[in-house]
């Protein structure tokens, strides 16, 4: 039986740890700055002036101000959740968990319904694993039924469940289904 004599192949590491170097040389020598370091920060004026500083806070207040859209306010006391039942303003309460593939499908587009359908509807969303979240909305008869699938979405007006739903639904139908029952 004869044994092969395994070969390094010398000229390749060769080669390679030459170029290696060259390259580490080359920007060390040139200081030259990373694609990392350009994408994290971009480059920064020589001459900052207190105009310019002012422009950018300026831009920046404009951009963070805060819209009239609707915001999705996640619930997270049993006194808030109570509050919500107790207005006459029509809701949408999304039970969630953060363990659930299609309550995170539902989330990534739930902001935009909210936007789409205004002012009018205000939007919630309940995390399941909070437990006393959960015997409170019972009490209240949120929902109708006993959650036994996620997401389901709960439509409220005024402190009664006029729909609910399970699964996450395809974002029109959401709209459809939440104009259809509070903008009639």
Request: proline share 8%; with cysteine.
């Amino acid at each position: 039986m004869q044994h092969k004599k395994q070969t390094t192949p010398w000229g390749f590491l060769l080669i390679t740890g030459g170029l290696l170097t060259a390259s580490g040389i080359y920007f060390y020598k040139t200081k030259s700055p990373s694609l990392m370091e350009n994408m994290q920060m971009p480059p920064l004026e020589e001459t900052t002036t207190p105009e310019t500083v002012v422009e950018v806070i300026e831009t920046l207040e404009t951009v963070t101000k805060p819209s009239s859209a609707p915001t999705v306010l996640e619930i997270s006391t049993p006194e808030e959740l109570q509050k919500i039942v107790n207005t006459d303003r029509p809701a949408v309460i999304k039970f969630h968990a953060h363990w659930c593939g299609a309550c995170n499908h539902l989330g990534t587009y739930y902001q935009e319904v909210a936007d789409t359908v205004g002012p009018d509807v205000d939007f919630y969303s309940i995390n399941v694993d909070t437990q006393d979240l959960n015997k409170k909305a019972e009490e209240l008869g949120i929902p109708k039924e006993k959650i036994m699938y996620l997401p389901t979405v709960v439509l409220l007006h005024p402190g009664k469940v006029h729909e609910q739903m399970t699964g996450a639904p395809q974002k029109e139908a959401l709209i459809e289904k939440i104009n259809s029952t509070f903008k009639k």
